[in-house]
């Protein structure tokens, strides 16, 4: 999803429909502003959010939407689904079809979800190399214990993906509950770490996701926007 930088020329020339040659002259007669200056050079790099204007057209002028939302439990993260209201569903806002989710929460699951139109973004927090903090609080149906720590700091091999899990925080809350740390997000990975203690989780809901936190006055259901 990462939004890649362009070439102007090339740009202006898939965008016109005219060849390269004509756009650089077209550059060089000052035909053309980026981000609001008159721009000459071909090779500019232009991206997704870079405003473009050719001879008063505007050609492009997408703006960043970055978005903070407190999922509800029965709400799928998808754009589109025959049978459950999608997070989409939940935001009232024009630039919502452009919208892509950043890291899944299961259906049953709550709280911290972000969304935005910016791939590059979405890949940063996204990318395991990044190792960007998830933090998870947990309520499960037996008894924690100190071997739950150790077990999630270890990792755990998951056969069906081939890979052993990141060295994951646990704390102890109270004799049922955790916090749990994760900085990557593998397929149901807190309920298969706690299944292999064949312990079921009965809450899981996210409270942050790197630097972004889920506002305590955010109440289930709605959104913001974030800069
Ligand atoms: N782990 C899970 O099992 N479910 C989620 O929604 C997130 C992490």
Known sequence: MAAASNRLDRFLARTLQRSLKQIRLDLAKGRVKVDSALCDEPARLVHQFTRI????QVLQNNQPVYILLHKPVGVVCATKDAE???????????????????????????????????GRWSSVLTDPEQKVPKVYNVEVEHPLTASYITAFAEGMYFEYENHTTAPALLKILSTHTAQVVLTEGKYHQIKRMFGRFRNPVLKLHRVAIGDYHLPSDLKVGEWRLVS
């Open 84 to 118: 459950h209201k999608t997070v989409i569903d939940l935001i009232d806002h024009p630039q919502r079809d452009e919208l892509h989710i950043v890291g899944r929460l299961d259906l049953n699951s709550s709280g911290l979800v972000l969304l935005t139109n910016d």
């Open 53 to 56: 204007v050719y001879d008063g």
